[in-house]
């Protein structure tokens, strides 16, 4: 599974980090700062949940059948 998340949207209200800190990683003035993040296994439910979470909706969840 990955995350892909359309950065240059980001609005920085760290809601993603909220819920991991390790899969959204925030750059020094709180917006996101990737734009892939390869989800390690066990982490696919707190991936899911931080997409949800972001309220402009710019966190994108790829499943590995999708590619
Ligand atoms: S929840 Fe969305 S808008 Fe907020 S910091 Fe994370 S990616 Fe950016």
New binding site residues.
């Given amino acids: 599974m990955k995350i892909r998340?359309d950065k240059s949207a980001?609005?920085?209200?760290?809601?993603?980090?909220a819920i991991s800190e390790v899969l959204?990683e925030?750059d020094d003035d709180g917006?996101?700062a990737v734009e892939e993040i390869d989800v390690p296994e066990g982490m696919e439910q707190l991936a899911r949940r931080g997409a949800r979470?972001?309220?402009?909706r710019?966190?994108t969840i790829v499943e590995d059948d999708a590619e």
Avoid at 10 to 16: I, L, M, P, Y
Avoid at 53 to 56: A, G, M, N
């Fill in positions: 998340i980001c609005v920085g209200n760290a809601r993603c980090a959204f925030l917006y996101i979470s972001c309220p402009e710019i966190i």
